[in-house]
């Protein structure tokens, strides 16, 4: 079955850096979504990135854009968002997802709604 796990979280002061993966296995084809979302205690989930694996495509929501950087690497069937100079509102538990399907657009990245598998999250820390 599809499985999706995160890792990557840790305690970083700010303007640090990190970077997330989200090793993936079980799919059956390359025509999948993956999507980075965040959620902080008593807010809702946020979407951050996504990124097409069958041909790279990505899309960044406008608060994401220019700190978060999201790539894939299909050999090792895993996805990474590289997150830069992160701040202490960025601290929240990060979760990749995946909508199954041949499309590709970006308002995937902020429906958290139209993803079908997660995983269990990774715990991103900003403090000093």
């Known amino acids: 079955q599809v499985q999706l796990v995160e890792s990557g979280g840790d305690l970083v002061q700010p303007g640090g850096s990190l970077r997330l993966s989200c090793a993936t296995s079980?799919?059956?084809?390359?025509?999948?979504?993956i999507g980075w979302f965040r959620q902080a205690p008593g807010k809702e989930r946020e979407g951050l990135s996504c990124?097409?694996?069958?041909?790279?495509?990505?899309y960044y929501t406008h608060s994401m854009k220019g700190r978060f950087t999201i790539s894939r690497d299909n050999a090792k069937n895993t996805v990474y968002l590289q997150m830069n100079s992160l701040k202490p509102e960025d601290a929240a538990v990060y979760y990749c997802?995946?909508?199954?399907?041949?499309?590709?657009?970006?308002?995937?990245?902020?429906?958290?709604?139209?993803?079908?598998?997660w995983g269990q999250g990774t715990q991103v820390t900003v403090s000093s």
């Open positions: 997802a995946a909508l199954v399907g041949p499309s590709f657009s970006g308002s995937y990245c902020q429906r958290p709604y139209e993803y079908t598998y």
């Open positions: 079980g799919f059956t084809s390359q025509y999948y979504v």
């Open positions: 990124i097409s694996i069958s041909d790279g495509s990505t």
